[in-house]
């Protein structure tokens, strides 16, 4: 059977069944059981460190009106995070390459972060599509450049976690497969290639880490200009 360098992107199925909602599922498993201690071991100590510090990053721009939000921004910064970090591991399935997921995920939180301004402050969230001072020739154009630029924001963040990621694997396996290759013929070349794969890998692991912010600082910057 031949196989594509695309292929590793299709969401594995199970008698017919699609399983990627499994795999969105499994990371939870990495969570802290409920427990009568405050603190059970050094690992959930390092993760209520680490979901701390995520959500004071998170809301340091905000104000108090939006730290509301704080659970749903921290549980999706924590979500994707571990599923583009688990999604590295080989023969593992990464949701967030698909572009369906990220903007399934992207459009009805910036949706509610949209109605959240329209409902809370109505005439500043329709003021941003006409800056101050705008000559009266120009005020059609740029009201249709504003609310292209408004409604394209979903999109943006959808398809910018999906690149990223994406491109990622692609060169992942593209260069695994010329350290392969090149083993039996030049064993130096294929060595050279396998430490730049390492290199690679190491820089995925900082990308999946650095969209995942990415994702929900956009978010959380959208939501500050509603409230």
Same mark, same amino acid.
């Given at each position: %059977?031949?196989?594509?360098?695309?292929?590793q992107?299709?969401? *594995?199925?199970?008698m017919?069944?699609?399983?990627?909602?499994?795999?969105? @599922? =499994?990371?939870?498993?990495l969570?802290?059981?409920?427990?009568?201690?405050? !603190? *059970?071991?050094? =690992?959930?100590?390092?993760?209520?460190?680490?979901?701390n510090?995520?959500?004071?990053?998170l809301?340091? $721009?905000?104000? &108090? &009106?939006?730290?509301?939000?704080?659970?749903?921004?921290?549980?999706?910064?924590?979500?994707?995070?571990?599923?583009?970090?688990?999604g590295?591991? *080989?023969?593992?399935?990464?949701?967030?390459?698909?572009?369906?997921?990220? %903007?399934?995920?992207?459009? $009805?939180?910036?949706?509610?972060?949209?109605?959240?301004?329209?409902r809370?402050? *109505?005439?500043?969230?329709?003021?941003? =599509?006409?800056?101050?001072?705008?000559?009266?020739?120009?005020?059609?154009?740029?009201?249709?450049?504003?609310t292209?630029?408004?409604?394209?924001?979903?999109?943006?963040?959808? !398809?910018?976690?999906? +690149?990223?990621?994406?491109?990622?694997? =692609?060169?992942?396996?593209?260069?695994?497969?010329?350290?392969?290759?090149?083993? $039996?013929? /030049? $064993? #130096? #070349?294929? +060595? /050279?290639?396998?430490?730049?794969?390492?290199? @690679?890998?190491?820089?995925?692991? +900082? #990308?999946? %880490?650095?969209? +995942?912010?990415v994702? !929900?600082?956009?978010?959380?910057?959208?939501?500050?200009?509603?409230?």
């Amino acid at each position: %059977m031949n196989l594509s360098f695309f292929d590793q992107f299709m969401s *594995p199925c199970l008698m017919g069944i699609p399983l990627a909602l499994l795999s969105m @599922l =499994l990371p939870t498993l990495l969570l802290p059981a409920p427990n009568n201690r405050w !603190v *059970p071991n050094r =690992l959930s100590t390092i993760q209520l460190w680490l979901l701390n510090t995520i959500t004071k990053q998170l809301m340091a $721009p905000l104000n &108090k &009106k939006a730290h509301k939000w704080a659970l749903i921004l921290t549980s999706l910064m924590t979500m994707l995070l571990m599923i583009n970090l688990l999604g590295l591991l *080989p023969y593992t399935f990464t949701p967030t390459t698909q572009l369906s997921m990220n %903007m399934a995920l992207a459009f $009805p939180l910036w949706l509610a972060t949209l109605l959240t301004g329209l409902r809370n402050q *109505p005439s500043i969230s329709l003021g941003h =599509l006409l800056p101050e001072g705008t000559p009266t020739l120009l005020i059609p154009a740029l009201i249709l450049i504003e609310t292209t630029s408004l409604f394209i924001r979903p999109l943006a963040l959808g !398809v910018r976690l999906t +690149a990223n990621l994406t491109a990622g694997h =692609l060169l992942i396996q593209l260069i695994s497969t010329a350290t392969m290759a090149l083993l $039996p013929i /030049l $064993p #130096v #070349v294929s +060595a /050279l290639t396998a430490l730049i794969l390492l290199l @690679l890998t190491i820089l995925e692991i +900082a #990308v999946a %880490m650095i969209q +995942a912010y990415v994702f !929900v600082l956009l978010l959380s910057l959208y939501l500050q200009e509603n409230i």
